[in-house]
């Protein structure tokens, strides 16, 4: 199937893997922080990263990750 998922499908994701999208939202925690990324085609891609992570990446709504 390649490197794409029709939507409703499972793509494994490991941190070779580069998803290119816009930030759609930011929800920080204590000491991580949920970003979802809409990818295209319908599909957010929701990650848990440290909240130092989102700051080094300057993560913000919006923007392109």
């Not at 794409?4 to 999208?21: D, H, M, P, V």
């Amino acid at each position: 199937m390649g490197n794409s998922a029709a939507q409703g499908e499972t793509q494994k994701i490991s941190a070779r893997n580069i998803l290119k999208g816009k930030v759609t939202e930011i929800v920080k925690g204590a000491i991580t922080s949920h970003v979802r990324i809409d990818i295209g085609g319908g599909v957010i891609v929701t990650a848990s990263i440290t909240n130092e992570a989102v700051a080094d990446l300057a993560l913000e709504k919006g923007k392109q990750a």
